[in-house]
């Protein structure tokens, strides 16, 4: 019998230990204004989909949760990472472009003193003949 009590003593506390690492990944999500939502939470915390639905104590803080986020508007994260590498990148873009619009207006001024030096060799050589 002593071992039974133990066992249900253990048993008890494992379920605590989980519903405790369920609210703290909801509230840590709620505070870091992230989006609250299962398939989240079962990654974060690896425990499954029934336990948020069936554990009540867990199924209400989510549901109160849920509730004070309704109405806001979230960008998964991987987007904000994607959005300023992307900024990142058109910034570079636009600096080489800078870079390639500035040898084009040297190699422009070259060649119009290239043309002027030519017409007025040409100048000069039919003034000769």
């Given at each position: 019998?002593?071992?039974?009590?133990?066992?249900?003593?253990?048993?008890?506390?494992?379920?605590?230990?989980?519903?405790?690492?369920?609210?703290?990944?909801?509230?840590?999500?709620?505070?870091?204004?992230?989006?609250?939502?299962?398939?989240?939470?079962?990654?974060?915390?690896?425990?499954?989909?029934?336990?948020?639905?069936?554990?009540?104590?867990?199924?209400?803080?989510?549901?109160?949760?849920?509730?004070?986020?309704?109405?806001?508007?979230?960008?998964?994260?991987?987007k904000?990472v994607?959005?300023?590498?992307?900024?990142?990148?058109?910034?570079?873009?636009k600096?080489?472009?800078?870079?390639?619009?500035?040898?084009?207006?040297?190699?422009?001024?070259?060649?119009?003193?290239?043309?002027?030096?030519?017409?007025?060799?040409?100048?000069?050589?039919?003034?000769?003949?």
């Amino acid at each position: 019998m002593e071992k039974h009590e133990h066992m249900v003593i253990q048993n008890r506390k494992n379920s605590q230990d989980k519903v405790n690492k369920a609210i703290a990944a909801m509230n840590k999500m709620f505070n870091d204004d992230e989006q609250i939502v299962v398939c989240t939470l079962v990654k974060k915390t690896g425990l499954s989909r029934a336990f948020f639905y069936n554990n009540e104590a867990v199924h209400d803080e989510l549901v109160r949760l849920q509730e004070l986020q309704a109405g806001k508007s979230f960008v998964a994260p991987q987007k904000v990472v994607i959005n300023k590498a992307m900024d990142k990148e058109i910034e570079l873009l636009k600096k080489k472009l800078a870079e390639k619009d500035a040898v084009i207006a040297q190699l422009n001024a070259e060649i119009q003193k290239l043309r002027k030096t030519a017409q007025a060799n040409l100048v000069s050589t039919l003034k000769d003949l």
